[in-house]
């Protein structure tokens, strides 16, 4: 079976793509063989291999040096699963267009305000220039660091109406476990019950991208 290759992008930082590449990578692990490629050269992703937190549920993540991330990724693909890329965060570099060429699957954590959506549509348009030769791109935002008490504005509601991209309907809310996990070099899936509400989270993201 060919592998899902997911990278995680925006070019805005703070906006949970090494969150979200952590623990979806932690998730799918538990399914098949998954790689979390660090692609960030200020790599964060790389500090969970670094801390290794107990009991580590985590896959193995590999940092991607130099400038062949197209083939590096081909090569992950040829042996797991799973290969995930939590990418830098900027949109001019040569990197991030040749991830997006090597990919099936773009999510872009995005918070759930219209500034922060809007600050992301340079995204939309660099997606839309990679679509053109990888044909088969799919894209969508997701929302990060939901209020579970509110729900989403109506503002935000018709910034999402008027974005060029689909957001899944699944997002992550704000929990402390996934700061938690974070410090712990974890995934939610290692802190046990007091992460369950976060792996809720995971799992119905996993379940919306798997089953499209
Ligand atoms: N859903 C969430 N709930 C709580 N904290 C979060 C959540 N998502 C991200 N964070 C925290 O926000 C900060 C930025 O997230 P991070 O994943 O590092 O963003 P990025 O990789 O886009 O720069 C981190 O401190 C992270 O722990
Ligand atoms: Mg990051």
Wanted: hydrophobic share 45%; aromatic share 4%; net charge neutral.
């Amino acid at each position: 079976m060919a592998a899902l290759r997911i990278a995680i992008a925006n070019q805005k930082g703070g906006t949970g793509k090494t969150t979200l590449a952590v623990n979806l990578a932690a998730g799918l692990h538990r399914r098949g063989a998954t790689v979390l490629l660090d692609a960030d050269p200020q790599g964060s992703a790389g500090h969970w291999s670094r801390v290794g937190g107990a009991g580590n549920d985590m896959p193995p993540i590999e940092s991607l040096d130099g400038t062949d991330v197209d083939a590096a990724i081909g090569r992950a693909a040829q042996a797991k699963r799973y290969v995930l890329v939590d990418c830098p965060p900027h949109l001019q570099s040569d990197r991030l267009r040749r991830v997006m060429g090597a990919v099936d699957l773009i999510l872009i954590p995005v918070q759930p305000s219209p500034l922060d959506l809007w600050a992301s549509v340079d995204m939309a348009a660099a997606i839309r220039e990679a679509q053109a030769p990888n044909k088969g791109l799919r894209a969508y935002m997701v929302l990060n660091q939901l209020d579970s008490r509110n729900a989403l504005s109506r503002s935000m509601h018709e910034a999402l109406d008027e974005f060029d991209l689909p957001a899944l309907g699944n997002g992550l809310s704000r929990r402390a476990a996934f700061r938690s996990a974070a410090l712990e070099g974890a995934s939610v899936y290692g802190l046990g019950r007091r992460a369950a509400g976060a792996v809720q989270d995971v799992e119905a993201i996993i379940k919306e991208i798997l089953n499209p």
